[in-house]
């Protein structure tokens, strides 16, 4: 159930970045074209998720869809290339690393809730 809920989450979290996406270039997209590097932040021991596999990279479930979506991002920006930056953030400095463009996309789940919504 709780893998089940994670996916939902990601798949909403999928349909936020499209629809930025199917917009004008945005000042992020604008960033991530001119700088040809695209900051993708994850949680490093959140397995299935995303954690960091024995040679020191990000793996896992949400890293794999976060590639998917860069891979969109790139066709959007019509570029062959962007570089990939994986930045670990933790469950208290994800959004603010989200405020601040430290990171272009968090991979993982994220849920909306009230108090967040305040």
Request: charged fraction near 25%; proline fraction near 3%; include cysteine.
């Amino acid at each position: 159930m709780r893998i089940c809920t994670l996916v939902l989450g990601l798949a909403f979290s999928c349909l936020q970045v499209s629809a930025v996406m199917a917009a004008e270039l945005t000042q992020s997209l604008k960033r991530i074209n001119d700088s040809g590097e695209i900051n993708l932040g994850y949680r490093k021991s959140e397995p299935p998720m995303s954690f960091v596999d024995e040679s020191g990279n990000a793996k896992g479930y949400s890293m794999d869809l976060c590639e998917a979506v860069v891979a969109e991002v790139m066709k959007k920006l019509e570029r062959t290339n962007l570089k990939i930056n994986y930045v670990p953030v933790t469950a208290t400095s994800r959004f603010e690393a989200i405020e601040s463009s430290k990171i272009d996309i968090l991979c993982g789940a994220t849920t909306k809730t009230l108090s967040r919504s305040e």
